[in-house]
């Protein structure tokens, strides 16, 4: 380097320096803040809501040594269309960081502004005349890399920099893109809130990054619209969630809510289990329609006329109009129990018409308080609109689930052959969860999310969708898959479906299929499955070509252990992937190497041993697959496992077997 790039990378290194004590500065002064909250608030409530602001403001700022503060500079040129712009120059990285004086020493990668890092080139330099990359090595500055972009110098994905952050060996949890941000990302990323979107994308090609990202760019552009509203993630299951939780707080984003779906709709306790064939039948839209029949069939005309005594007067309603009232309340087709009150409510308008006519003054709240618990009215209502729960309507429909829309061998398959004595003692299975939150949007009217993001989307089933439908009615959504790595037995073929079910058919559906993580070798080796695979998504593209790749006929403990040493002896992260009922004598014949499991809470574990079924959604730099053949015959849909299970390496994949190949890669 020459001695005006030494003087260079020293005077970045400064600024680094002094942006992290910047950063620091800003922290003590909330610290100070937070500690003397209570004596500038009004009231306790004022300060409670104050120190929890605050609180959250001083997590916001916390600094971690090993992370780059900033990744990124930009120098606008002199005749740059915004004059406040030209000339100057701007750090981009992970937050805003300002001076004592309040002039800003890091820009917030989501920033107007920074949307140039991502998006400008030499076609289009959006002013910029020098896009500048940093190499850093444990949180210290190494090196940095220009593109002179107005001069016609781009170095896309050949710059040095991009392509070392992309690849460099990883252990332990999912980290964040902020610094390898693609043009055709960085679009998806910022689209605006209003919009719904759903992004098919090919293994590595960065789709859950592109979710992650697009959570906190939100939450910075609408942070208190989205604060009142909140932001859901939903991942296919807990180590999914486990694997990606720490990307947002590293982004400074402390208020996301993490779910799984079955977690999200979870009201009872699962205590038994469905054969598949019933499963499949709860996840059917279908069931919704039979929910909805089976709920309103209880609201009746009544054919009495209803009188409530009120000392010493007697009122009186016609049979008539309590008929007008129930037609009037149910063609408004409100949430079953809302209606319920909007009849009682009408009911007690009647009478206190009546009381007004007779006493000449109004009886008061307390007396409309009365007539509402009157027991006359209580036994109208349970007559015309009777009260239900979410759990007696799903027990009434499975103890007898007859209807029109079901087959009688549908019917027998869903009935319960030892049926509870009662709903509060049911012993209700995962598949039941969707039924009983079915009936729960249909009784009452759930909370919702200002902005659902959903990853593994294509593993939804219609019921699943219209639960969380429910919850983002008047929000956006984000839909997250790959239709070749649908696994469940109601996978999507086409993500129109599911978009349909989710009451967003008119999102867009935007492809990715340029992989960064996974080497061209195993993207090869996968996209041999998809002719099998039964859907229409374009084959995936890899620009590393750095892989490895190794398919050995033999699955023995000794050829295992020494694909184990052979990738432990290189740096970076390794799972061994096998059928699930093969995953404890793997675990057991790795012992030596104490391998951990998905379970345990250690994010320094180099070995990782992982059931096919839970790999979906994970990557390691080193994949061993035992025995193919048996993860494709563990489950109807095994060949679509297999595809997931093999593009879950992000360097090396060693392929072991003593059976035949499954055909498509043989």
Request: charged share 25%.
């Given at each position: 380097?020459?001695?005006?790039?030494?003087?260079?990378?020293?005077?970045?290194?400064?600024?680094?320096?002094?942006?992290?004590?910047?950063?620091?500065?800003?922290?003590?002064?909330?610290?100070?803040?937070?500690?003397?909250?209570?004596?500038?608030?009004?009231?306790?409530?004022?300060?409670?809501?104050?120190?929890?602001?605050?609180?959250?403001?001083?997590?916001?700022?916390?600094?971690?040594?090993?992370?780059?503060?900033?990744?990124?500079?930009?120098?606008?040129?002199?005749?740059?269309?915004?004059?406040?712009?030209a000339?100057?120059?701007?750090?981009?990285?992970?937050?805003?960081?300002?001076?004592?004086?309040?002039?800003?020493?890091?820009?917030?990668?989501?920033?107007?502004?920074?949307?140039?890092?991502?998006?400008?080139?030499?076609?289009?330099?959006?002013?910029?005349?020098?896009?500048?990359?940093?190499?850093?090595?444990?949180?210290?500055?190494?090196?940095?890399?220009?593109?002179?972009?107005?001069?016609?110098?781009?170095?896309?994905?050949?710059?040095?920099?991009?392509?070392?952050?992309?690849?460099?060996?990883?252990?332990?949890?999912?980290?964040?893109?902020v610094?390898?941000?693609?043009?055709?990302?960085?679009?998806?990323?910022?689209?605006?809130?209003?919009?719904?979107?759903?992004?098919?994308g090919?293994?590595?090609?960065?789709?859950?990054?592109?979710?992650?990202?697009?959570?906190?760019?939100?939450?910075?552009?609408?942070?208190?619209?989205?604060?009142?509203?909140?932001?859901?993630?939903?991942?296919?299951?807990?180590?999914?969630?486990?694997?990606?939780?720490?990307?947002?707080?590293?982004?400074?984003?402390?208020?996301?809510?993490?779910?799984?779906?079955?977690?999200?709709?979870?009201?009872?306790?699962?205590?038994?289990?469905?054969?598949?064939?019933?499963?499949?039948?709860?996840?059917?839209?279908?069931?919704?329609?039979?929910?909805?029949?089976?709920?309103?069939?209880?609201?009746?005309?009544?054919?009495?006329?209803?009188t409530?005594?009120?000392?010493?007067?007697?009122?009186?309603?016609?049979?008539?109009?309590?008929?007008?009232i129930?037609?009037?309340?149910?063609?408004?087709?409100?949430?079953?129990?809302?209606?319920?009150?909007?009849?009682?409510a009408?009911?007690?308008?009647?009478?206190?018409?009546?009381?007004?006519?007779?006493?000449g003054?109004?009886?008061?709240?307390?007396?409309?308080?009365r007539?509402?618990?009157?027991?006359?009215?209580?036994?109208?209502?349970?007559?015309?609109?009777?009260?239900?729960?979410?759990?007696?309507?799903?027990f009434?429909?499975?103890?007898?689930?007859?209807?029109?829309?079901?087959?009688?061998?549908?019917?027998?398959?869903?009935?319960?052959?030892?049926p509870?004595?009662?709903?509060?003692?049911?012993?209700?299975?995962?598949?039941?969860?969707?039924?009983?939150?079915?009936?729960?949007?249909?009784?009452?009217?759930?909370?919702?999310?200002?902005?659902?993001?959903?990853?593994?989307?294509?593993?939804?089933?219609?019921?699943?969708?219209?639960?969380?439908?429910?919850?983002?009615?008047?929000?956006?959504?984000?839909?997250?898959?790959?239709?070749?790595?649908?696994?469940?037995?109601?996978?999507?073929?086409?993500?129109?479906?599911?978009?349909?079910?989710?009451?967003?058919?008119?999102?867009?559906?935007?492809?990715?299929?340029?992989?960064?993580?996974?080497?061209?070798?195993?993207?090869?080796?996968?996209?041999?499955?998809?002719?099998?695979?039964?859907?229409d998504?374009?084959?995936?593209?890899?620009?590393?070509?750095?892989?490895?790749?190794?398919?050995?006929?033999?699955?023995?403990?000794?050829a295992?252990?020494?694909a184990?040493?052979a990738?432990?002896?290189?740096?970076?992260?390794?799972?061994?992937i096998?059928?699930?009922?093969?995953?404890?004598?793997?675990?057991?014949?790795?012992?030596?190497?104490?391998?951990?499991?998905?379970?345990?809470?250690?994010?320094?574990?180099?070995?990782?041993?992982?059931?096919?079924?839970?790999?979906?959604?994970?990557?390691?730099?080193?994949?061993?697959?035992?025995?193919?053949?048996?993860?494709?015959?563990?489950?109807?849909?095994?060949?679509?496992?297999?595809?997931?299970?093999?593009?879950?390496?992000?360097?090396?994949?060693?392929?072991?077997?003593?059976?035949?190949?499954?055909?498509?890669?043989a």
């Amino acid at each position: 380097m020459t001695p005006e790039l030494d003087h260079e990378l020293a005077a970045e290194r400064t600024h680094l320096t002094v942006s992290r004590a910047a950063l620091q500065a800003m922290r003590e002064h909330v610290e100070v803040l937070f500690a003397t909250g209570d004596k500038v608030a009004g009231d306790p409530f004022s300060a409670e809501t104050l120190g929890r602001a605050l609180a959250k403001r001083i997590k916001e700022l916390a600094d971690d040594p090993n992370t780059p503060l900033f990744f990124g500079k930009l120098t606008f040129g002199a005749d740059a269309a915004d004059a406040e712009s030209a000339g100057h120059a701007f750090h981009i990285g992970r937050r805003h960081v300002t001076d004592a004086a309040g002039e800003p020493m890091v820009l917030d990668w989501r920033a107007p502004v920074s949307r140039s890092f991502y998006r400008a080139s030499a076609s289009d330099p959006q002013d910029i005349a020098v896009r500048r990359r940093f190499g850093f090595n444990a949180g210290e500055l190494t090196s940095f890399e220009d593109e002179h972009l107005t001069l016609g110098e781009e170095l896309g994905t050949k710059s040095a920099i991009l392509t070392a952050e992309i690849e460099r060996p990883r252990v332990g949890p999912m980290r964040d893109i902020v610094a390898t941000i693609q043009p055709e990302q960085d679009e998806l990323v910022r689209a605006a809130l209003e919009e719904s979107i759903c992004v098919q994308g090919a293994p590595g090609t960065g789709k859950t990054a592109v979710g992650l990202h697009r959570a906190a760019y939100l939450l910075y552009l609408h942070r208190e619209r989205l604060r009142r509203a909140g932001v859901l993630i939903l991942g296919p299951n807990r180590a999914f969630l486990r694997y990606i939780a720490a990307v947002l707080p590293a982004l400074g984003e402390i208020e996301v809510s993490q779910s799984t779906v079955d977690d999200l709709i979870a009201t009872v306790e699962v205590r038994a289990a469905d054969t598949p064939e019933a499963e499949a039948l709860k996840h059917d839209p279908r069931l919704a329609q039979v929910l909805h029949d089976l709920l309103w069939r209880r609201v009746r005309r009544p054919q009495e006329p209803l009188t409530v005594p009120d000392d010493s007067y007697r009122w009186r309603v016609d049979a008539g109009v309590l008929a007008r009232i129930v037609d009037d309340v149910r063609r408004g087709e409100p949430p079953y129990a809302l209606g319920r009150e909007h009849v009682r409510a009408r009911v007690v308008d009647l009478l206190l018409r009546q009381s007004e006519a007779r006493r000449g003054d109004s009886p008061g709240e307390a007396w409309r308080r009365r007539m509402t618990k009157a027991k006359p009215v209580v036994a109208l209502l349970d007559q015309v609109w009777p009260a239900v729960t979410p759990a007696e309507l799903v027990f009434e429909f499975l103890t007898a689930p007859e209807h029109e829309l079901l087959t009688e061998s549908e019917a027998e398959e869903l009935r319960w052959t030892k049926p509870s004595k009662t709903a509060k003692s049911a012993k209700w299975t995962a598949a039941d969860l969707v039924l009983l939150d079915e009936a729960a949007g249909l009784i009452e009217r759930p909370g919702g999310f200002g902005h659902i993001i959903v990853d593994e989307a294509q593993d939804l089933s219609p019921m699943q969708a219209r639960a969380i439908a429910r919850r983002s009615t008047h929000g956006s959504v984000t839909l997250l898959g790959d239709l070749a790595q649908g696994t469940a037995p109601w996978a999507a073929k086409q993500w129109q479906d599911t978009l349909g079910h989710l009451g967003k058919p008119d999102a867009v559906v935007t492809p990715l299929t340029t992989g960064f993580r996974v080497p061209e070798q195993v993207v090869e080796l996968a996209n041999r499955l998809l002719p099998a695979l039964g859907v229409d998504v374009p084959p995936a593209q890899s620009l590393r070509p750095d892989g490895w790749l190794a398919i050995r006929p033999t699955a023995a403990p000794e050829a295992l252990a020494e694909a184990v040493e052979a990738a432990l002896a290189q740096p970076g992260s390794v799972g061994v992937i096998s059928a699930q009922d093969a995953v404890d004598s793997v675990a057991r014949s790795l012992a030596k190497y104490s391998p951990t499991s998905l379970d345990d809470d250690d994010p320094d574990s180099r070995l990782t041993v992982v059931p096919a079924t839970l790999a979906k959604g994970l990557e390691y730099d080193h994949v061993i697959v035992v025995e193919p053949a048996a993860i494709v015959e563990a489950e109807a849909r095994g060949l679509h496992r297999l595809y997931v299970v093999l593009t879950r390496a992000v360097t090396t994949l060693t392929v072991l077997h003593d059976r035949p190949l499954p055909t498509p890669l043989a």
